[in-house]
């Protein structure tokens, strides 16, 4: 069993920062892939960012080069530079034995935070 639960979000200027914090409690973190993913208002949950049990990482291509995914154990991290409108969401934390870039591939997730970026 995992538990999550982000920190972090709030209300930013487009081009501003945030860092989002997701902290993790459970056996073994070290064997799932970690990722984060938002929904956006009438949308759909959508990949941003995974960081591999291995240690590789992928992003999504509408945040590539402006966020960046990291952890240590028993915390992930996503820093988001640049913030755009468009990145307004609630950002979800998510922790999957097997995690793709898929939800469905994730087993725990955590509660959420919102970010709102405004114009």
């Known amino acids: 069993q995992v538990q999550l639960g982000e920190s972090g979000g709030g209300v930013m200027q487009a081009g501003g920062s945030l860092r989002l914090s997701c902290t993790a409690s459970?056996?073994?973190?070290?064997?799932?892939?970690m990722g984060w993913f938002r929904r956006a208002p009438g949308k759909a949950r959508e990949f941003v960012a995974a960081?591999?049990?291995?240690?590789g990482t992928e992003y999504a291509y509408s945040v590539k080069g402006r966020f960046t995914i990291t952890r240590d154990n028993p915390t992930l991290y996503l820093q988001m530079n640049n913030l755009k409108p468009e990145d307004t969401a609630i950002y979800y934390c998510?922790?999957?034995?097997?995690?793709?870039?898929?939800?469905?591939?994730?087993?725990?997730w955590g509660p959420g935070t919102q970010v709102t970026v405004s114009s």
């Open positions: 998510a922790a999957g034995s097997d995690g793709t870039r898929s939800p469905a591939t994730y087993e725990y």
């Open positions: 459970g056996r073994a973190l070290y064997s799932y892939t």
């Open positions: 960081y591999g049990r291995w240690g």
